[in-house]
């Protein structure tokens, strides 16, 4: 029997790579329980996505990557989010990010080559730090507080960056910081050393495995070099939607064990399964409304993208739309799912807790939702009128 997870495949290369990061996730699911009840980083799951190749998937193939689509991104980190959401979201950023830089050409050339390479031969990871406690989420376009001054050799920065995903292993990342003398603001490429610090401040609701922790630089050094202030061509933020293919692979997950619980549970009063009963049909039927129509939105966006290579800083309504539908529905899935298995839904023995709390972060990642909203109507609004 056909599985719906498998309806957006469209090749043989694509469902080899969706079968092996199903393997993936399978092992992480395993995994998952413990991190999230410690709070710890699954830093052996970062070992079995090295090992995999997943680390390199979007770094272009002259650098020895494997330079997949956004599609297929949102393909794979669907998947690997239907094992363990923590793990998807924070290599989501790393693989976001270097489809990111690859499309926009925004880092300097060699900088980009080096950080390739050593993604290729050395498993490398980045990500980028901006949000901080007084400017709130960098979506929103507030100042950062950390401060970049130039001196002989360089930049020295100082300041210190909240919800740093990934913070626990990566030994290089990029950070925004304010620079005085130039009334401007800038990212900078960092290396970790004795003056960066991890303060281990993430203890959360959800997504408590992704090490978003503080990070604090104290009169780092970086390089001349390492300033990374090249806007590069708009992409309109297509890498983004590593976020949503996050959360949407959370509900696939929450909706299978709904099915799989209504399929299998058979109530002594009742004599058959759940899944008999009009009223539990009817509630599978609404998780199944939301669910596919938010996927629907999901790779068509991620198609357009990649199609309408000359379109993309116009396709920003849709992406934030796509993130949008699959971040508010499938929190909207969690919560049919959990209607469905009943009182069974809150132990903490089964995984349906864990993706009621994993899923609303979708909700704190952006684009926000205002953030949406206001996009959405100022392309409306800014529309030629139809001649009648
Ligand atoms: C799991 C997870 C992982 C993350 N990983 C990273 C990461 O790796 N790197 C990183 O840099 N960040 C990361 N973030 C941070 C994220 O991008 C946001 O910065 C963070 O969630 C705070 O966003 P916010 O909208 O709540 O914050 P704020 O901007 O402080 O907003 C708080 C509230 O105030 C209101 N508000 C504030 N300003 C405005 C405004 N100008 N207009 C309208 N409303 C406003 C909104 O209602 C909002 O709900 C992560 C977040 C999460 C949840």
Redesign the pocket.
Known sequence: MNRYVDQYIRSEEEQARASMVEQLAARFAKRAAQHDREGSFPFENFADLRESGYLKLTVPQEYGGEEISLYELVLLQERLAYGDG?TA??VG?HIGQVLHLRTTGKWPQEVFADVCRSIVQDGTMI?????EAA????????QPETIAVSEEGGWRITGR???????PILDRFVV?AYIPEEECTSDFLIRRNERVSVVETWD?L??RA?G?HDVVLDGVLTGTGMRLSGKGTDDGGGWLLHIPACYMGIAMAARDFALEFARSYRPNNLGEPIASLPSVQHTIGEMEIELRTARSFLYAAADRWDREKDERPSLRPELGLAKYAVTNNAVKVVDLAMRIVGGASLSRKLPLERYYRDVR??L???P?D??VLHTLANAAIQEQPRKV
């Open positions: 923590s979201l924070a950023w990500n980028t730090f901006a949000s400017s709130g989420s960098p979506s929103r376009g507030g960056k909240t919800y740093s995903t990934l913070s925004s959360t959800g997504m992704t978003s972060a979708g704190h990642n952006p926000m205002n953030t």
